[in-house]
């Protein structure tokens, strides 16, 4: 069941079309899915003070209605080391269209994972699981299940992907912590059951899983284009 | 509802039967169904008057008898009132073969039907329909018999939005010596579709494969089916046409770019256990084996070959779909070798494939099918038998069917389909164990097996 704050994070998102970043990272924590601890920044003095707080190097992303694709606009800095390099940003940012903010968060490593969802017109909520990184349209190493899932439909998913061995641990590599990625899709499972009659589809892109934890570090949901009436929701 | 009288009729209707023209397809449904099956059929016609011999009745209402089923092959605006006439009448169920409704833009005329049909609790099938093939007992196709190439009753259903699409599979059926128990064409599914048949066949006892052909779901219809179809004993089959045609991808999201149309469709039959062919071939392959075998494999296969170039073929179409052929224990390679006839005991390579020469006789085959269906390292065993190898005869098709009877692990034999061949393909089918025409659909049986959930 969603509740009234994410009703409430949906309605603010219905004219757009869509959730800005900070929004859907919240939707997700209330969700209990694991976002990066980040901090939305209207201005210069609160992004230098998030950024002191969350540690450098950050990573600074473009919050903007009218910006979906933030890369494309260089619209993502990552590995900010300090103030200045910060400030540096900042200052490009603001001068991008609709600018609403700067999204700050700690550099997160470990391997890429998508994770989505969409609401086919014949099965209604499907859940994706797919090697992540720039090639994730080229390789399309992609397992789909009709959601809602299981636990073992997580573990069978990911065994079916081509890439399984580099989750595993290839070459000596740490392997990641499947527990984690279970648990994390286990509850966007849930969440995108809930979320089905308002939703076209969702990125989590990428999701970064080390042998300790997965952690969803960008995350787009795109809404149903005929939405339910706002005072529905 | 109640199907019962829609596919066990005693009395069938056929409502359009014209005075004047003797192809018209009520004609030749109710020619066929006069002339060759155990049901009572009556011809419909406003004007009334004779059809051949026999009286038509003016109206449904005028028939001394009571109407199980009513085949409906007029003119598609006069088809709602006949439906209500029917419903009146106390008929059981209808087939409107007639077009000109949906499919030619006329949705609200369809319509009609529909609320009709579910205000008295009526069901038909159609419209813009063959309709029903019930081998031996009724068919409402408007195909001349004549034309027809009819499989043998069996335990296959098939349920095809196309009717040109279900006709095709019954003439590869027959070919293949595949058996069928009901074949529909839905048409435009207006009232039953396949959700419906799919419930409906799943409690029939003449049904232990249910196939379909299926263009497209409506919304969350697919949902419905899967959820369906996984808590049904039965092993389901689909051919989903239309995979080259993609939904609006939007751009702005990787997943639906990645999760395109098909995508989804073919990871949700599978996540469901439901067994997706590929194409036509797959299909009949697929019914095939699924008629005949309910044992699970895991898809480690042993092979049994007289020629050392087939072995090599079956071994790389069996990698090509993930199926594995292991390598022989030396117990088993022991026990084959020892029960092989001299002259081939010295010659065959007992590797796997198991190569048996062309100096094998029935003997040998026999021999190394007993000794691989009793190996753990396989679950399943391909026989490639080219019967133009002298040391084979007709027999050996029913021999190694005991085989399988004594030692219950599958065999899916490759015999080439020729009719002098008839009687070693018929000594597999007769015995219930598949045989296919190419090398390609042996692998496709074993396949079936293995995806199947309720194997």
Not at chain 1, 163 to 185: C, D, Q, S, T, W
């Amino acid at each position: 069941m969603l509740n009234q704050d994410m009703r409430d994070i949906i309605r603010r998102a219905k004219s757009n079309g869509w959730v800005l970043e900070p929004e859907a990272k919240r939707l997700l924590s209330l969700g209990e899915i694991p976002v990066p601890d980040f901090c939305w920044a209207n201005t210069l003095p609160e992004a230098l003070a998030a950024a002191e707080e969350v540690g450098y190097p950050v990573v600074a992303k473009i919050v903007s209605p009218a910006i979906v694709h933030k890369s494309e606009v260089n619209g993502v800095a990552v590995g900010l080391e300090d103030a200045d390099a910060l400030t540096d940003v900042f200052s490009g940012f603001s001068k991008l269209e609709g600018f609403a903010g700067v999204l700050i968060e700690p550099l997160i490593s470990g391997i890429e994972l998508i994770i989505g969802a969409k609401i086919d017109y014949q099965f209604g909520p499907i859940i994706l699981i797919g090697i992540g990184g720039t090639g994730v349209e080229i390789y399309q190493d992609i397992a789909l299940r009709m959601a809602p899932l299981s636990d073992s439909d997580v573990s069978s998913m990911v065994e079916s992907l081509k890439g399984a061995k580099l989750l595993r641990g290839y070459r000596g590599a740490e392997p990641i912590h499947m527990p984690a990625l279970i648990r994390l899709v286990h509850h966007f499972s849930v969440l995108v059951m809930d979320l089905a009659d308002h939703i076209d589809t969702i990125d989590l892109n990428p999701v970064k899983c080390t042998g300790t934890t997965c952690v969803v570090v960008d995350a787009r949901i795109m809404l149903a284009e005929a939405a339910i009436p706002i005072e529905l929701i | 509802m109640d199907f019962t009288p829609l596919f066990h009729p005693k009395t069938i209707a056929v409502l359009g039967v014209s005075l004047t023209n003797d192809r018209h397809p009520a004609n030749v449904i109710y020619n066929k169904i006069h002339l060759r099956y155990p049901v009572k059929v009556y011809p419909v016609n406003p004007r009334g008057g004779q059809f051949q011999r026999d009286r038509v009745y003016a109206d449904i209402a005028d028939i001394p008898a009571h109407i199980d089923l009513a085949v409906v092959a007029a003119r598609a605006e006069f088809v709602p009132d006949i439906l209500e006439r029917c419903i009146k009448s106390g008929v059981g169920g209808a087939v409107i073969i007639s077009g000109g409704f949906a499919e030619s833009g006329r949705a609200e005329l369809q319509e009609r039907l529909v609320t009709l049909a579910r205000t008295a609790n009526f069901p038909f099938i159609g419209p813009n329909c063959l309709g029903i093939y019930a081998p031996t007992r009724f068919d409402t196709f408007f195909l001349p018999g004549e034309r027809l190439v009819r499989p043998d009753p069996g335990p296959v259903a098939i349920v095809s939005q196309s009717g040109g699409v279900l006709v095709d599979q019954m003439v590869k059926f027959a070919e293949q010596g595949v058996g069928l128990s009901l074949a529909v064409s839905i048409g435009n599914k207006a009232l039953i579709r396949e959700l419906d048949m799919l419930d409906y066949l799943s409690k029939d006892p003449a049904t232990r494969v249910i196939a379909f052909y299926v263009e497209g779901f409506d919304k969350n219809e697919g949902r419905r089916f899967v959820k369906a179809a996984a808590s049904i004993p039965k092993p389901i089959i689909v051919l989903k046409s239309g995979k080259s045609i993609e939904g609006r991808r939007a751009a702005s999201s990787h997943t639906a770019s990645l999760a395109g149309d098909h995508k989804v469709f073919s990871s949700v039959l599978a996540q469901h256990g439901i067994v997706e062919a590929d194409n036509e071939f797959e299909m009949v392959s697929f019914c095939e084996a699924l008629s005949c075998y309910r044992q699970k494999v895991q898809g480690r296969v042993g092979i049994i070959t007289v020629s050392g170039g087939h072995g090599v073929l079956v071994t790389d179409i069996c990698a090509a779909r993930g199926l594995a052929v292991p390598q022989l224990s030396n117990d088993t390679r022991q026990k084959i070798q020892e029960s092989l006839s001299a002259s081939v005991r010295g010659i065959a390579s007992l590797e796997n494939p198991v190569d048996l020469t062309g100096s094998a006789r029935d003997d040998d085959f026999v021999a190394a099918a007993n000794g691989l269906s009793r190996a753990l390292e396989v679950d399943c065993v391909i026989l490639l038998l080219l019967p133009y190898s002298p040391g084979i005869s007709s027999d050996l098709g029913a021999r190694l069917s005991y085989v399988f009877r004594r030692e219950n692990k599958p065999l899916v034999a490759y015999v080439p389909h020729q009719e002098k061949y008839r009687m070693l393909i018929e000594g597999f089918e007769l015995n219930n164990v598949p045989v296919s025409s190419s090398i390609d659909g042996a692998v496709l049986m074993v396949d079936a097996l293995r995806r199947c959930r309720t194997c």
